[in-house]
């Protein structure tokens, strides 16, 4: 029996993969280039002390901010910032499960660069993404209001978005801009002014870039389509013709390691590393969607496409394989669902034959 793929379910996935896959890069770029602007403002008296730094709570919890910054005030004094960035929050009860985790940082934290592992004062920071503000603003309000939150901190919200700059073609802004929350009582005048101002970044800006080529990777785990970009892009070319196009997991890994980590994975108290379980998924995508063929723990890799655009090209491959296993039917409209359960193989179950042939 052959398996007819409905082409706006493709569509649909292939287009949500694409999505995930710039939100991770994207928020890649805006850590980076958050960095960069810091170490460039020098008069602003912050360092941007980690990506995925660890910070404890006095029960030894442990919470990772996508990002930390420690201020000196005017008084000597350190304050710590942590920031949660979100690239994307689906709906409102997604936007009050992220404002309800913030409430662990209620807490007096350790693990902060300092020789004591504390600061003298803290705030905490939601980053969401320019999109979603007005829906993180609406939540809030009302949550705090109505008593559903309990902050003992300064809770600060910092929307962030990369735009293309409309005096340069050539340039595109990173923007970072404080729209919820005072640091006024906080005594670093200079920064609060610059947060509340807007930071504003050219991520095109040369020596930013070659910060970007070596940093590929956070501790979040990246969607497959992006570590299979990353791996055919950045890492084959450098073992396949050495390893008569042989690849293993560790030899992914230890690359990525060595040249795609530089220093967003290298923090104060801990030293995160390119996991050799992301490496292994993507390798065994690549044999799912025919690209790639495991011979006892390496990988034969088919240097097949032939697509320009590799992002689509892979997104578009591995929706196919996974609508084909039964994944993502909730993108697929009802009726339509209902109609292919109306005229399936009496003997098959909805997607069951992984061997069928698709048409797209």
């Known amino acids: 029996m052959k398996f007819t793929i409905d082409p706006e379910h493709l569509n649909i996935v292939k287009s949500e993969k694409i999505r995930d896959v710039d939100r991770y890069y994207q928020s890649l770029q805006c850590i980076l280039g958050l960095k960069f602007y810091l170490e460039k403002n020098k008069n602003l008296k912050t360092k941007f002390i980690g990506a995925e730094v660890i910070l404890k709570r006095p029960n030894d919890e442990p919470l990772n901010p996508d990002m930390c910054l420690q201020i000196d ?5 350190i304050l710590g910032v942590p920031i949660e960035l979100k690239s994307s929050l689906s709906d409102e009860n997604d936007v009050f499960k992220n404002l309800q985790e913030l409430e662990r940082y209620n807490d007096k934290l350790s693990g902060w660069n300092t020789k004591s592992k504390y600061v003298d004062d803290e705030v905490t920071v939601l980053s969401p993404y320019l999109e979603d503000v007005g829906r993180v603003l609406r939540v809030l309000k009302e949550s705090i209001k109505d ?3 309990n902050f003992t901190k300064e809770i600060l919200i910092w929307q962030w978005s990369l735009v293309p700059s409309l005096k340069n073609p050539n340039q595109e802004n990173l923007l970072i801009q404080q729209i919820y929350g005072d640091l ?3 005594n670093v005048p200079v920064f609060n002014k610059c947060i509340s101002d807007g930071i504003k970044q050219d991520i095109n800006e040369m ?3 070659i910060e970007k080529e070596r940093n590929l990777f956070t501790n979040q785990e990246p969607p497959i389509e992006y570590t299979m970009m990353v791996m055919w892009q950045n890492i084959f070319g450098q073992i396949l013709n050495q390893k008569n196009n042989l690849v293993s997991v560790e030899e992914v890994a230890d690359i990525v390691n060595d040249y795609y980590t530089d220093n967003l994975m290298k923090n104060p108290n801990n030293e995160y590393k ?7 998924k993507a390798l065994e995508m690549l044999v799912n969607i025919n690209m790639a063929k495991n011979k006892g723990g390496r990988y034969e890799i088919k240097l097949s496409c032939q697509s320009k655009n590799v992002k689509s090209y892979f997104c578009e491959k591995v929706a196919s394989y996974q609508i084909k296993k039964g994944l993502h039917r909730d993108k697929l409209n009802k009726n ?5 359960k109306d005229f399936k193989h009496k003997e098959k179950d909805l997607f069951e034959d992984e061997n069928s042939q698709q048409v797209m």
Not at 274 to 280: I, L, T, V
């Open 336 to 340: 339509k669902i209902q109609s292919l």
């Open 207 to 209: 020596q930013l870039i």
């Open 147 to 149: 008593k559903k939150l």
């Open 274 to 280: 390119f996991k050799k379980d992301w490496a292994k």
């Open 184 to 186: 006024t009582s906080k």
């Open 73 to 77: 005030d005017n008084n000597s004094k």
